[in-house]
Antibody, heavy 118, light 107 residues
Framework: QVQLVQSGAEVKKPGASVKVSCKVS????????MHWVRQAPGKGLEWMGC????????IYAQKFQGRVSMIEDTSTDTAYMELSGLRSDDTAVYFC???????????WGQGTTVTVSS | DIQMTQSPSSLSASVGDRVTITCRAS??????LNWYQQEPGKPPKLLIY???RLQSGVPSRFSGSGSGTHFTLTITSLQPEDFATYFC?????????FGQGTKVEIK
């Protein structure tokens, strides 16, 4: 049974960077396709990107290209999402979620609230 | 990029009602369509995958149908725990876009 546990809430100033972690248990990170999705307050879900283990590549939504980095530490089975150049509209809950063979996000982390405020 | 459009954006219904939510893709996505339910303050929960397959543990009153560009999520006999927001997502290609959500409220 895969479980994903994310790091705690963050408050950042505009222009700063944030790094959110997602610890995998019950499975090995190398076998998972980890996705990152965010949700601004009162808004819908926004797909940010993922790691494709089959091709060994990271795929980012164009909106975040150049500002986002998704990395995997296989020694600790922990995935990280780092977002730089934070703006107030990056205030959101950030979720990690694993994709299964049916190409759906069947396991989600609890979410990490990131607040960007001066 | 594939755009996903849900309708309605919100609806009011009573316990026991039949509810249908529609999701349209801007291009054909075959049957690569998933449905999620989200309660306030919680992560989304997978309900339906590959357009019509029920995720393990999800009640049979939930069903999905469609292919190509037109998909529906149906809840027969709405229960109190079903009042939530529902999102569709295409898994045909990246970016794996979501619909804007449909909030199901109590009438």
């Amino acid at each position: 049974q895969v479980q994903l546990v994310q790091s705690g809430a963050e408050v950042k100033k505009p222009g700063a960077s944030v790094k959110v972690s997602c610890k995998v248990s019950g499975f090995t990170l190398t076998a998972l396709s980890m996705h990152w999705v965010r949700q601004a307050p009162g808004k819908g879900l926004e797909w940010m990107g993922c790691f494709d283990p089959e091709h060994g590549e990271r795929i980012y939504a164009q909106k975040f290209q150049g500002r986002v980095s998704m990395i995997e530490d296989t020694s600790t089975d922990t995935a990280y999402m780092e977002l730089s150049g934070l703006r107030s509209d990056d205030t959101a809950v950030y979720f990690c979620a694993s994709e299964n063979l049916n190409k759906c996000l069947d396991v989600w982390g609890q979410g990490t609230t990131v607040t960007v405020s001066s | 990029d594939i755009q996903m459009t849900q309708s309605p954006s919100s609806l009011s219904a009573s316990v026991g009602d039949r509810v249908t939510i529609t999701c349209r893709a801007s291009q054909s996505i075959s049957r690569s369509l998933n449905w999620y339910q989200q309660e306030p303050g919680k992560p989304p929960k997978l309900l339906i995958y590959v357009a019509s397959r029920l995720q393990s543990g999800v009640p049979s009153r939930f069903s999905g149908s469609g292919s190509g560009t037109h998909f529906t999520l149906t809840i027969t006999s709405l229960q109190p725990e079903d009042f939530a927001t529902y999102f569709c997502q295409q898994s045909y290609n990246t970016p794996k876009s979501f619909g804007q959500g449909t909030k199901v409220e109590i009438k």
